[in-house]
Each structure stands twice: as C-alpha cells, then as structure tokens.
C-alpha cells in the first residue's frame, strides 16, 4: 500500500485476478455490482423509502381548510425523494455485503466437499497431483461448471499441467478465498508438502474441523432465525401502524404533519433504523 495525495483516490481492489498461468481468477474477499444490478437494487429501495416518506411526512402545508397546497406537492415530492434517496444509499452496501456473504458460505460448503473427494482419493491410494484429478471428475455431477470450487479445481489442474507448484496454487486460492479455513489449509498444505508430512492426515482433520464449524454455524443460524424474523417484524410494524391510522382515521392522522408530530415520527424513525442495524450486528455471529 502506498501514500496518496488527497486528490488521488486509493485504487478499488479488483473482482478478478489472474493466476501464474493467465486464467482469471475471482477475488472474494469483494463483491463489485454491475451498473444494472446496482440501479435495480436501488430502484426497489428507493420506491420503498420514498413509499414510507410519504406515509410519514406526506400532507405537510395544507391551509385552514386541509387542503393540499403549492407547498405541500413540493414538500410531498422532495421528502419522499429524500427519503428514496438515503434508502437507496443504505440499501446498495447492505445488499453488496450480504451477496459476500452468501457466496463465502457457498465457498466453504464446496470446499468442504472438495475436501472429502480429496481425502477418498488419497484413501485409495492415489497421489496429490492424480488425486485432484478425480476431485474435478467426482465434483462434475455434484456442481455445475461456473460453481466456484469448479472454478477453482480449473485454476488447480491448469497450475498442474504448467508445472505450477501445487501448494502455491492453493496458496493463491487461499489468499483470495477471503475464508480463514481455507487460508490456514492452504499453508499447512503448504508447509506440509514441502517437508514430505502426512497430506492425508492433513486434509482429513481440516475436513473434519471444517464440517464442524460449519454445522455449528448452521445450528446457530437456525436458533437465530425467530429472532431475525421478529427484528423485521418490529420494524415493519410502524409502518404498518401509521398506514392503519392514516386508512382508518384522517383526522387523528393530521397530527402526524403538525411541528410536534414531524419531530416525533423524526426521531422515532431513527431510533428504529438505528434499532435494525444493531439488531442485525447482534444476531450475525460468527464461528
């Protein structure tokens, strides 16, 4: 990393890389959204925010009689653009994260599978290099060619064929995985090879250990899932109460775009923003 003036921003790290061998290669540790991916998700999260700026703020400036004025179609239009706005914003990196996310956990399911191929390979006697072989061919009729672990079985093989060192293929693959288990197998495997260890043992108890996590994860994940659904429901639920008392009494619902009303709803729905971002800090554990 070097030092940049402050007018010369920091390069963005890049979705692909290139092996020693010149195949592309995913970086995981990012998630870059192409341009329409990116405006969708921002579409949809602006239709919704502006949806529930209009619920909360719409009718300010009526005059004496409740009628819509010039100041209440301009207000009506810039708050709930406003509110479109921040939702968009927030929404974009939200979802880029948990796309991340999905796809490290993908990752490590596949690799665990890559991991037990290996270790019936190597069981039956074969080498490293002919066991990665039968991994690729075994793992054809588990997952289609662009899974990420074909991907990278692809990236193995081709390292192999141009006499590549295999740990440093693993290595690189490690780096990239953005994943601790596989970056620690990677060097073990490492160390390990080079020093002529027991690779067999080796990527048994990673396997093993791998599983393990990953079934605790998925026991947690499970315990949790109640308390992410009740943290969703707790913060559609002012927005289903306010539609239900603008629908079912007008009147009462003027109170809402009074000066008292607009600092209460205000702050009432930051307390609720803040509310969902912890919530969801305290229910995402990690392993």
Do not use: C
């Not at 190597?122 to 002919?130: E, F, P, S, Y």
């Not at 990953?214 to 994940?221: F, K, L, Q, V």
């Amino acid at each position: 990393m070097g030092l940049f003036t402050k007018d010369k921003k920091e390069p963005e790290e890049p979705q692909y890389y290139l092996s020693a061998d010149n195949m592309p290669t995913y970086n995981y540790r990012v998630y870059h959204m192409k341009k329409t991916e990116k405006l969708l998700y921002f579409l949809l999260a602006f239709v919704a925010g502006a949806a529930v700026g209009y619920l909360f703020y719409g009718g300010i400036g009526k005059d004496e009689f409740g009628e819509p004025t010039t100041v209440t179609w301009v207000l009506d239009i810039g708050i709930s653009s406003l509110v479109g706005i921040i939702a968009g914003r927030l929404f974009v990196p939200t979802r880029v994260k948990a796309i991340q996310k999905k796809r490290k956990t993908q990752l490590n399911r596949q690799f665990r599978d890559m991991l037990d191929a290996l270790t019936t390979s190597l069981g039956a006697g074969k080498n490293v290099t002919d066991s990665f072989y039968s991994v690729y061919q075994d793992l054809k009729a588990q997952y289609d060619s662009d899974d990420f672990i074909m991907k990278e079985l692809e990236v193995i093989i081709s390292g192999i064929h141009n006499n590549i060192p295999i740990e440093d293929v693993l290595e690189d693959f490690g780096k990239r995985s953005d994943s601790d288990d596989i970056l620690s197998f990677a060097n073990v495997f490492k160390i390990s090879y080079r020093k002529g260890g027991n690779i067999r043992d080796i990527i048994r108890n990673t396997h093993s250990i791998l599983s393990d996590k990953m079934d605790i994860a998925e026991d947690i994940e499970t315990l949790v899932a109640s308390n992410k659904m009740e943290t969703n429901i707790m913060i559609a639920m002012p927005v289903l109460l306010i539609a239900a008392i603008k629908f079912m009494s007008p009147e009462f619902s003027a109170n809402f775009v009074t000066p008292t009303g607009i600092i209460s709803t205000t702050i009432s729905l930051a307390v609720f923003v803040i509310a969902y971002f912890i919530g969801k800090q305290i229910l995402d554990i990690k392993i």
